[in-house]
């Protein structure tokens, strides 16, 4: 894994932590993959693809009041993946609740772009799914 993708990840990251779910675009592929299947409950779509993910990123940050995230970890996994670890905070719209959780990613890179994101909730599944050690 190259510290360029690793710093792109970071990069993309960072810059929608702020609550912009697509200022980091810039370090997506155009048909990237994104893949919820790893979210424990996740009652929506599974996998949304190219433009899709735009619209349910955008989608996903509009439910929410105050939406943002901190970046916590972005490492080199094994091959092509890197890790990143961020913990979200929000308070939903409609319902008034508040969310305050940890979420997790495998980015695929390619050609210095993410090709697929992979959510989870749990750090140890996606740490294995990027060939890293629990």
Known sequence: MSEDDVRRVREGLTASAGGDPVAGRHFWD????WDMSGVSGWAEK???????VTEFVLAWADSWQGWHFDVEEV???QGEAVFAAIHERATG???GASVDQRRYFVFTMRDGLAVRAQMFSE???AREAAGLPA
């Open 30 to 33: 155009p048909s990237i993959e």
């Open 46 to 52: 599974q996998v949304y693809r190219g433009p899709e």
């Open 75 to 77: 490492c080199a996994g």
């Open 93 to 95: 719209v409609g319902s």
């Open 123 to 125: 750090p140890g599944d």
